[in-house]
């Protein structure tokens, strides 16, 4: 059993940045490839970003491109999410996720799930 705990939302204006973690309980973290998703009120969690067990990165959503950045720490149990250049479309619920695959780019991938933390971002 892995536990999740995400960390680091909160309110930003436009252009601001914000780093998000994801710290895991047990030790098995580095066993686990890791991703980021995010839901928007009245739409559907969707990917933004993937790390495998190695640290390869999976090509992030398109939107995020080039603003985020997905890293984790096996040694602290933790993945992090930095993100720059922040929009209002960026909006969201942000969760993590582990899994036993190569990636995690499908919620479908996720075994484990954190709660969520709230990232707002105002125009």
């Known amino acids: 059993q892995v536990q999740l705990v995400e960390s680091g939302g909160g309110l930003v204006q436009a252009g601001g940045s914000l780093r998000l973690s994801c710290t895991a309980s047990?030790?098995?973290?580095?066993?686990?490839?890791m991703g980021w998703f995010r839901q928007a009120p009245g739409k559907e969690r969707e990917f933004v970003a993937s790390i495998s067990r190695g640290g390869s990165v999976i090509p992030y959503k398109d939107s995020v491109k080039g603003r985020f950045v997905i890293s984790r720490d096996n040694a602290k149990n933790t993945v992090y999410l930095q993100m720059n250049s922040l929009k209002p479309e960026d909006t969201a619920v942000y969760y993590c996720a582990a899994g036993p695959g190569i990636a995690v780019v499908k919620t479908t991938d996720g075994t484990y799930w954190g709660q969520g933390t709230q990232v707002t971002v105002s125009s």
């Open positions: 047990g030790r098995t973290f580095s066993s686990y490839a």
